[in-house]
């Protein structure tokens, strides 16, 4: 398996443009993360899905930010219009929701620049 | 609100010894408490998970306490080497159905020869 699959990798654009992320889940698995990590605030979880609905969105900061799960082999994170505070590595994690626990597994990250 | 603190922005041990790193937490009841690696310029990666009604848990190397009353949980890596040299992430988790995983801000552990 090729794990949770984030696109871009790195993404630059400047303030009061439209910027969307792309994440592709782990086959198989039915819960699906947006975390946001910046120095200032460690890892921050904006939003959450179970079997392709929102489950909790109360991390996303503003009306700015958006976040869909048409199917269950992915999801966008759209910022419109984006700022210079939103600057940050945005994760996606999955995992097989279960009795155990939920052990995530994360993407690389897209670092977004926003001038 | 809820809080989770790791007492240490930075830890910097000597190779060999055992590095502890300490997650405490306020107004949560965590089921369960996670670990997490993370490597500069990568996504964090699972490392153990203890459950509310487990005291003390192990792999390899590492050693988790997880104590409810004190809302603490220990980290331990014994004989430790650069290699271990990363941040690392606690996570809580509320319940197994579909439920909110929160971080901690995490420790950066530097491990020298």
């Known amino acids: 398996d090729a794990g949770v699959i984030q696109s871009p990798r790195h993404e630059v654009t400047e303030m009061g443009q439209e910027v969307t992320l792309r994440c592709k889940p782990i086959?198989?698995?039915?819960?699906l993360f947006w975390y946001r990590q910046t120095m200032m605030r460690g890892l921050e979880l904006l939003i959450y899905?179970?079997?392709?609905?929102?489950?909790?969105d109360s991390g996303m900061p503003e009306d700015r930010f958006s976040a869909k799960m048409p199917n269950a082999s992915f999801s966008t994170l759209k910022i419109q219009p984006s700022e210079p505070r939103d600057s940050a590595v945005y994760f996606c994690?999955?995992?097989?929701?279960?009795?155990?626990?939920?052990?995530?597994?994360f993407g690389s990250g897209t670092q977004l620049s926003v001038l | 609100s809820q809080k989770i603190e790791q007492n240490s922005e930075a830890l910097n041990i000597q190779e060999g010894k055992t590095a502890t790193l300490t997650c405490n937490y306020t107004?949560?009841?965590?089921?369960?408490l996670q670990w997490y690696r993370q490597d500069p310029g990568r996504g964090p990666v699972f490392l153990l998970l203890?459950?509310?009604?487990?005291k003390e848990k192990r792999k390899e190397r590492l050693k988790v306490t997880f104590d409810t009353t004190l809302k603490q949980s220990l980290f331990h890596i014994t004989a430790s080497q650069p290699a271990d040299s990363a941040t690392y992430l606690c996570?809580?988790?509320?319940?197994?159905?579909?439920?909110?995983?929160?971080f901690g801000s995490g420790t950066r552990l530097s491990i020298r020869p």
């Open positions: 899905f179970n079997n392709n609905v929102p489950i909790d």
């Open positions: 203890i459950r509310e009604n487990e």
């Open positions: 107004n949560y009841s965590p089921a369960y």
């Open positions: 086959s198989g698995h039915n819960s």
């Open positions: 996570a809580l988790e509320k319940s197994s159905s579909a439920s909110k995983i929160i």
């Open positions: 994690a999955s995992s097989l929701q279960g009795a155990q626990g939920e052990k995530l597994f």
